[in-house]
């Protein structure tokens, strides 16, 4: 008997052991990563880029100086490029927002709030027109507010009602996206600001621009100068779920105003700001510039438009991950080479983003992007 309760002891003390084992072979979750460019591809166009997207494989970008999209693959090379009219019935006019979906479509909207479909040619498939005109006329270029989900386009498109996206409190007191019909133009109002954005009081703020992208059923938005991301479910009425506050460790924000209407950020100080949003299918990556501190601001003038170039000598911008809503990233510094990122589809998936050569002092014969990877340390 005795040496059965030895035998037993014996086993027991092996199998904690080898458990212990077991558990100390893992390894630690890491959630530090790292900006790597792996490669860069040329494409042979002499302009501007004003705006685009990237997914499976397949690229365009909108040029201004000719009112032009040119469609590009990851090599580089062009297979499409096509110039526009701006009056007649085939006009489509700064087409700067740019959004692939499935079965080779292409929405298109303008910073003037114009939407555009169009067929996997670069060819105008139909102007979609809504039932009212929108109010914005300052939204473009790479700013993310036009998705596709469930046959539905989804764009910020302020107007309805003939509400006012420039009133102190249009946020607090409307919709905020359209939900549309493409065949139709018809439309419903989506997504209602929650009650942990400040902008859900009465108190006056600066008037920030809006982001969101879309996941499966979820859909993500952000107020540019609030370091907050809002997560709704498309699939249950647009019901609000949460919000992930991402802790930059430096956002500046000028805060409350005592008038409506009034602007400090580029006038005394410079506000942090989200510049890119993108949802890939478990994780959320914001693309933010810190802000500058008044002083600073002042003391190099920088509220003239001649020294806008000198920004990036005084603030870093900053890629942070939000894995799973809820597990935060290191805080990743861009270098400002790296220009506006094209699109960002999975986070284990290389990606595009514009070389910026004005910041190197080069010019070029063609366009550069970078081929860029986020990789754990």
Known sequence: MRFKYIAIFILSISQIACSEKKVSDLEPFSNEWELVILDSI??????????????????????????????FDSSGKISNEISYPQEGPEKV????????????????????????????????KQEIKLSFLIQSHDGGGFIKNLEYWNDSLISYYPGRDGANPYEPHFIRDNFLLEKIDPKTGGSVPIIKIPSTSRYSSDKYFERPT???????????????????IHIYDLNNGETY???ID??????????????????ISYFKMLDGRIHQL???????????REGIEEDIFIQNELEL???????????????????????????????YNIGSILNIEKLDKPFYALRNDEFIGEEQ??????????EKK
Do not use: C
């Open 210 to 228: 809006i982001q969101f992208g879309i996941s499966g059923n979820k859909l993500h938005l952000a107020l540019s100068n609030e370091p907050m």
């Open 365 to 374: 014969d063609f366009i550069t992007f970078y081929k860029l990877q986020l």
């Open 246 to 263: 991402f802790k930059p460790s430096k956002f500046l924000d000028n805060g409350e105003h005592p008038e409506k209407n009034q602007y």
């Open 42 to 71: 040329q494409v042979d166009y002499l302009g501007t880029v004003g705006g685009g997207d990237f997914r499976q494989g397949k690229g365009v970008f909108y040029n201004l100086e000719e009112n032009k999209l040119v469609a």
């Open 305 to 335: 438009r001649e020294n806008y170039p000198k920004y990036k000598d005084f603030q870093n911008q900053v890629l942070k991950i939000i894995i799973q809503d809820s597990i935060l990233s290191n805080e990743i510094i861009v270098p």
């Open 93 to 124: 006019e700064y087409p700067t927002q740019l959004f692939f979906a499935e079965d080779e479509k292409l929405f298109a909207a303008s910073y003037m709030g114009w939407l555009y479909e169009l067929n996997k040619d670069l060819i105008l």
């Open 241 to 243: 779920l949460n919000t």
């Open 278 to 288: 993108f949802v890939t299918d478990k994780e959320t990556i914001v693309l933010y």
